[in-house]
């Protein structure tokens, strides 16, 4: 599958955001948007360009879709099932991404960033419910198990991001055991429950156009 392979730190000042797209490396004083928060380019620190509606729509889709590592094709089809949900859509949609495999595990702590957790489920070191999945986009559902595989328990990757891991900051709808390497959803999380600050319903203005 195709996967963009350029220095994740240009999307960051491409975007005007910190996506944090590099884990622990992106709170950190090494972080490269800290040093040049403007887009990349010869021009981009002399760059001012008065953004269109349709602009700042194309804009904030983008931001979104590299937030949560998503090809084009991957992002409006999780758009379009959410569509398709009752309720609010720019909900959906955020909820949606929110409980892919590989973000659950990136918001348990079990790997520094989403690029690694999606990397750790293709290569088949993470049990659901006890059952090998190896689909970064898998939907996890409240009451399912997350867990690092037995053979696996031993990889570096997993003891550093636990001792990352800070008690007082996990998510209300997560639940981690750091001992056993497990977690588990506990419910659908709610939008004030999501830590972002996009906004979504300009990506259902595109999309609705």
């Keep these: ?5 350029d220095a994740v730190c240009k999307l960051c000042r491409r975007e005007g955001d910190k996506l944090f797209l590099k884990g622990e490396r992106c709170t950190s004083a090494k972080c490269a948007f800290e ?5 990349p380019g010869q021009h981009g ?3 001012r360009i008065k953004i269109s509606d349709y602009g700042m729509q194309l804009r904030e889709k983008q931001k979104i879709k590299r937030y949560y590592g998503l090809l084009e094709s991957q ?4 758009f379009d099932k959410a569509n398709r ?7 959906n949609m955020l909820r949606i991404l929110e409980c892919r495999l590989d973000n659950v595990i990136y918001r348990l702590g079990l790997a520094p960033a989403r690029a690694t957790a999606r990397q750790l489920v293709r290569h088949r070191h993470i049990l659901v419910n006890d059952q090998l999945v190896d689909i970064p986009s898998y939907q996890v559902k409240p009451g399912d198990v997350i867990q690092v595989r037995e053979k696996s328990r031993k990889m ?10 800070k008690e007082d900051k996990q998510l209300p709808w997560l639940r981690l055991d750091k001992a056993n390497l497990k977690g588990e959803l506990l ?14 319903n300009l990506v259902v203005e595109l999309y609705s156009k």
């Excluded at 599958?1 to 392979?5: P, S």
């Excluded at 040093?35 to 887009?39: A, D, F, G, V």
Aim: proline share 6%.
């Design 156 to 165: 570096d990757v997993f003891h550093e991001s636990m001792k990352r891991v």
């Design 45 to 47: 620190k002399s760059r």
């Design 85 to 91: 949900k009752k309720g609010i859509t720019s909900e």
């Design 35 to 39: 040093k040049k928060s403007y887009p």
């Design 1 to 5: 599958m195709a996967r963009y392979k």
């Design 75 to 78: 992002f409006r089809g999780a």
């Design 187 to 200: 419910e659908l999380p709610g939008r004030a429950d999501i830590p972002v600050t996009f906004n979504e």
